[in-house]
């Protein structure tokens, strides 16, 4: 498997996406849990387009506006046209007082404080912010973020914001920039598959980026919602493919399952796979990085990266021939689902 691989989001889009199987998520770059310096940044995005990767993710979430300000400063290196690119809409960056910060994980960022904004006007309003901070570059993909039960903290709540979407019309706001050719496609960068189905079921959306929730440990999206983005065309952007990290680190001691402390049971899984793996001579951060670019609907996966060191392991990581054996004998012991499509092999002893 390759890097430079390219695969199209959908074939309904009047201007086709092109993503590379590997893309680049730019959370870490807004300054996620720790300080990098711009140098060092622009550093991990060159190292990123070096190695072949095209498609590149931010948001205004992340670092309060930093990440997008950072990608802005890339893309005049790159050129524009040499990229895809997609950002988000949702959150407003309001000024404040130095006590009213949400900066969350982010360190040293702007003093901003978000504010959740699904309507009309929000979202136009936030695709022309995040213009200004991207040195007016228009994103190709526009994404809803975070209308989900996990940042929103109930169904009660995920469902407010979804009616919010379509009643004060954020949802038109976005059907009108595609129609008009400011974007190419639309969607919702979210933790759960649930919404996306919801959302599938209530207008017309060309993918999603999905974090987490397809992964070696978590095959559910297989029962309904992945056949019905494969029958409509709509394309998952795959984030979160280590589970927020165990299934890079493998169990060990305070290996980290959707960002906290992985439960007895997990920890149990992850043993039996890594086991697995190891058979075959394969890191199990492999194995969990290729196995979902083995799903037709899976256009893309995105990990991040703080270093260019980061990127180029994780280039190594997606390039490592995987022995298709391994695969049959996860699913074998039940590990993968049987029905799990499986990355395909480029020769008898490894995969694609």
Request: aromatic fraction near 8%.
């Amino acid at each position: 498997m390759n890097v430079t691989d390219t695969r199209t989001l959908n074939g309904r889009t009047a201007r086709p996406v092109t993503l590379t199987a590997m893309g680049f998520g730019g959370a870490p770059l807004g300054n996620l849990y720790r300080k990098i310096t711009d140098a060092e940044a622009q550093a991990t995005l060159q190292a990123a387009y070096d190695a072949g990767i095209r498609y590149f993710d931010t948001a205004p979430q992340y670092g309060l506006g930093l990440s997008e300000m950072r990608f802005g400063t890339a893309l005049d290196r790159f050129g524009r046209d040499t990229v895809q690119l997609s950002t988000k809409v949702g959150r407003l960056l309001l000024d404040c007082l130095p006590e009213e910060a949400t900066p969350g994980g982010f360190v040293d960022v702007p003093q901003k404080r978000i504010q959740f904004d699904y309507s009309y006007d929000g979202v136009m309003r936030s695709f022309e912010d995040s213009q200004m901070r991207m040195g007016g570059a228009k994103p190709d993909i526009l994404l809803v973020h975070d209308v989900d039960v996990f940042s929103h903290g109930s169904q009660e709540a995920s469902d407010a914001r979804v009616r919010e979407l379509f009643d004060a019309g954020g949802y038109r706001a976005l059907d009108e920039l595609r129609s008009a050719g400011e974007i190419a496609a639309i969607g919702a960068g979210v933790n759960e598959w649930q919404v996306c189905e919801r959302l599938l079921g209530l207008a017309d959306f060309d993918g999603f980026l999905l974090a987490g929730r397809y992964t070696l440990l978590e095959q559910e999206a297989l029962d309904t919602f992945l056949p019905l983005c494969v029958a409509r065309d709509v394309g998952i952007i795959l984030g979160g493919p280590y589970n927020s990290g165990i299934l890079a680190t493998g169990p060990v001691p305070g290996a980290k399952y959707n960002y906290a402390d992985a439960p007895p049971e997990i920890l149990d899984r992850v043993r039996r796979i890594a086991a697995v793996c190891a058979s075959h001579d394969t890191p199990i951060i492999a194995a969990a990085l290729q196995f979902v670019l083995g799903h037709p609907a899976v256009k893309t996966v995105i990990p991040g990266a703080m270093t260019p060191q980061e990127v180029a392991a994780n280039v190594a990581v997606l390039e490592t021939d995987i022995p298709s054996g391994l695969w049959s004998d996860l699913q074998g012991e039940g590990l993968i689902r049987a029905d799990a499509p499986l990355p395909v092999a480029s020769h008898p002893g490894g995969a694609a």
